[in-house]
């Protein structure tokens, strides 16, 4: 299934076959005028162009906010240093944590929140990773009927959205068996 970026690329693609016209020749139209408002594009390019709605739909927002053709930030190194300030300390064993997460083998979404990172299936949430204090970070799996072991403790009152909490506060904790918890929460999240 494509992403909502491609599919607004696919229409920006077939904009001249459809309309006519490509999406900088709208644009220049639409320049002269002195239209501000959807509606009012919407019905210029619908009435008096003969413009499909989807089209003018686009057209329109595209025109209004240019910025929605500028390529997303990708969250990564800007967003992982908002989340470890004042908590540097932690860099590397959120790294290699963030790491684990990346080579889980299925397709995994880092959704960056204020203070962590949520971990999804692309069917729901399986994860978070979140530097906790400017000792520890604090990894949550949804792993509901599985027994606890080892360095993987019940979650508790800690959050819940997971049933179980890791508890990192050296690098050495970040292990191939904690990549096979990992494995073990997204593949039960599916």
């Known amino acids: 299934m494509a992403t909502p970026e491609e599919q ?5 693609s077939n904009m001249p076959e459809k309309t006519g016209k490509s999406l900088e020749d709208w ?10 408002k959807h509606g009012e594009i919407m019905k210029l390019l619908k009435g008096e162009h003969g413009v499909t709605h989807g089209f003018a739909n686009t057209i329109s927002q595209l025109f209004l906010k240019p910025e929605l053709l500028s390529p997303k930030k ?12 004042g908590k ?5 064993i959120f790294s290699r944590t963030k790491s684990l997460f990346e080579a889980i083998n299925g397709e995994v979404e880092f959704s960056y ?6 971990l999804r299936t692309p069917k729901k949430q399986f ?10 970070v604090d990894v949550g799996l949804n792993l509901k ?3 606890p072991d080892g360095i993987v403790e019940p979650a508790g009152s800690w959050n819940a959205m997971v049933s179980h909490r890791v508890k990192l506060t050296d690098p050495g904790q970040v292990t191939k068996d904690l990549s096979g918890w990992f494995q073990r929460a997204y593949d039960a999240n599916i």
């Open 8 to 12: 607004l690329q696919t229409m920006i």
């Open 127 to 136: 994860a978070i990773l979140q530097p906790s204090t400017k000792t520890r």
């Open 113 to 118: 929140k204020a203070t962590y990172i949520s």
């Open 74 to 85: 990708e969250p990564g190194d800007d967003a992982d240093a908002k989340l470890l300030k």
């Open 145 to 147: 009927g599985v027994d």
């Open 27 to 36: 644009h220049s139209i639409l320049s002269t005028t002195d239209l501000k």
């Open 88 to 92: 540097e300390g932690l860099s590397e």
